[in-house]
């Protein structure tokens, strides 16, 4: 076995130039992947990209990668960039499983949802104010919400500089403790609030007839052939294709599920008559 090995460090902080760096065992992480114990996420980053091509959003993904370390797990929306055979031949070299959210449900990937609100938000104030976008995406970074440190100290134990003052004490790094527990305790009272609404539906085995939704409603029949990676969420047949829903677009039925087939039964016309003047109709007296 290895004997453990001691290495005596003095880490000292130095004003100056800023150097990132992540270790094997830093809890930092890119926003869109899954959290361990239940926590979805530490803070949101925006990135903007000239186009939203396979090839750009893989060397997008490689830059944090570089920075925040290889994910186990990353989960995204149905987008063809995602969708596309590049993208999935990135997920085999680089070692992760790629999960994408339940399709027409956007309530599965409400994280990105919420970034791309919270970027459409920043975006109009700043064209309505005409402020530096960039300079209103530090301040975002650096401020606390829900009585939580800001992602810059969740992210970097440390407030980043900006254009507003501070104390130069405040740039110290500290290392934030609680985090987790308090993200858990705040997303378990959302969970409390959603709960009273809703309702737990039944879960579906494989064979299982359901109808699924569609545009025009629940007029589809399919089976179940087993779980998907999303959450709650069920790979069905129909029609020789599969499709990947959440429990929500689907609804049991007892009926067995078969093909339906349509026949042509040719129609039959009764002959003209040679004479249709002599026909006289019987009247009743």
């Not at 995406?137 to 134990?157: E, I, M, Y």
């Not at 689907?250 to 026909?279: D, G, H, R």
Request: charged share 20%; proline share 8%.
């Amino acid at each position: 076995m290895l004997k453990l090995q001691r290495y005596h460090l003095n880490v000292i902080y130095k004003r100056g130039r800023e150097l990132y760096v992540a270790d094997a065992l830093s809890r930092a992480h890119l926003p869109t992947t899954d959290t361990p114990e239940s926590i979805e996420d530490y803070d949101v980053l925006f990135d903007a990209l000239p186009n939203l091509s396979s090839n750009t959003v893989i060397r997008q993904l490689k830059r944090h990668f570089a920075v925040h370390g290889i994910p186990q797990q990353l989960m995204t929306d149905n987008a063809t960039s995602f969708s596309s055979r590049e993208f999935k031949n990135f997920a085999h070299l680089w070692d992760f499983q790629h999960v994408a959210s339940s399709p027409n449900y956007p309530r599965s990937n409400g994280l990105a949802e919420r970034g791309v609100w919270s970027a459409k938000h920043l975006l109009e104030k700043c064209a309505r104010d005409g402020s530096d976008v960039y300079a209103a995406l530090l301040n975002l970074c650096n401020t606390p919400r829900d009585g939580l440190p800001s992602p810059a100290q969740r992210l970097l134990s440390r407030r980043t500089r900006s254009l507003i003052p501070l104390v130069p004490s405040q740039l110290t790094p500290r290392v934030e403790s609680n985090v987790q527990a308090a993200l858990f305790a705040l997303r378990q009272k959302g969970k409390r609030s959603h709960d009273k609404s809703a309702r737990c539906l039944s879960p579906l085995e494989p064979g299982q007839t359901v109808r699924m939704e569609t545009t025009c409603g629940f007029d589809k029949l399919a089976t179940v052939s087993g779980k998907a990676l999303q959450p709650n969420s069920y790979v069905v047949q129909s029609n020789g294709k599969a499709y990947v829903r959440n429990r929500r677009h689907l609804l049991q039925v007892p009926e067995s599920y078969c093909p339906t087939i349509t026949m042509s039964v040719p129609m039959i016309f009764p002959e003209p008559q040679a004479n249709p003047s002599a026909v006289v109709p019987h009247r009743c007296l």
